[in-house]
T-cell receptor, first 111, second 113 residues
Framework: AQSVTQLGSHVSVSEGALVLLRCNYS??????LFWYVQYPNQGLQLLLK??????LVKGINGFEAEFKKSETSFHLTKPSAHMRDAAEYFC?????????FGAGTRLTVKP | ETGVTQSPTHLIKTRGQQVTLRCSSQ?????VSWYQQALGQGPQFIFQ???????GRGNFPPRFSGLQFPNYSSELNVNALELDDSALYLC????????????FGPGTRLTVT
């Protein structure tokens, strides 16, 4: 069975600082990996996805993630945080048939 | 192109009652998945419907059931509501059976008292 672990339930950064949200996965088959963002009282919005093409994936809003098979990681980064990035972020893994989400990381951006 | 919509936005029910939540898929999508997101947790897969047939189910009891209609809209029904059923219920539509590229609706917040 596949699973996702998000390290750190809360991350706080200053505006303009680097954002790093950590995600490690477990999968018995080559995985599809995703990052979603959820703003308060809203559904999930897809930030980016990895589907076995380029290991460095660029998404919306300046986010990117790198698939590292040797580390079973898919960490999300953004060079410079903006106040509007404050939200809940979810990493997810799919084998094409079943999708599992991590518990989420709440990102706070301080002025 | 319309996105995924869900109704109602919020709902309050009493323990033991039944509830029906509705989802309208993104135009052209023939597959819908339902997720339960408890407070402070990630979404958990309930089940998926593809062309009106259930096509996969997570670890949820039979009192959670669904329907998908020819126009690809769908319903999630929950019988004998329990307090732990309080959650945000999300539906997601996709163009294929696999849960790879999914588009999520805004969710229905269900509170069971």
């Amino acid at each position: 069975a596949q699973s996702v672990t998000q390290l750190g339930s809360h991350v706080s950064v200053s505006e303009g600082a680097l954002v790093l949200l950590r995600c490690n996965y477990s999968s018995s088959v080559p995985p599809y990996l995703f990052w979603y963002v959820q703003y308060p009282n809203q559904g999930l919005q897809l930030l980016l996805k990895y589907t076995s093409a380029a290991t460095l994936v660029k998404g919306i809003n300046g986010f990117e993630a790198e698939f590292k098979k040797s580390e079973t990681s898919f960490h999300l980064t953004k060079p410079s945080a903006h106040m509007r990035d404050a939200a809940e972020y979810f990493c997810a893994v799919s084998d094409g048939d079943d999708m599992r989400f991590g518990a989420g990381t709440r990102l706070t951006v301080k002025p | 192109e319309t996105g995924v919509t869900q109704s109602p936005t919020h709902l309050i029910k009493t323990r033991g009652q039944q509830v029906t939540l509705r989802c309208s898929s993104q135009s052209g999508h023939n597959t819908v998945s339902w997720y339960q997101q408890a407070l402070g947790q990630g979404p958990q897969f309930i089940f998926q419907y593809y062309r009106e047939e259930e096509n996969g189910r997570g670890n949820f009891p039979p009192r959670f059931s669904g329907l998908q209609f020819p126009n690809y809209s769908s319903e999630l029904n929950v019988n004998a509501l329990e307090l732990d059923d309080s959650a945000l219920y999300l539906c997601a539509s996709s163009l294929d059976q696999g849960r790879v590229e999914q588009y999520f609706g805004p969710g229905t917040r269900l509170t069971v008292t």
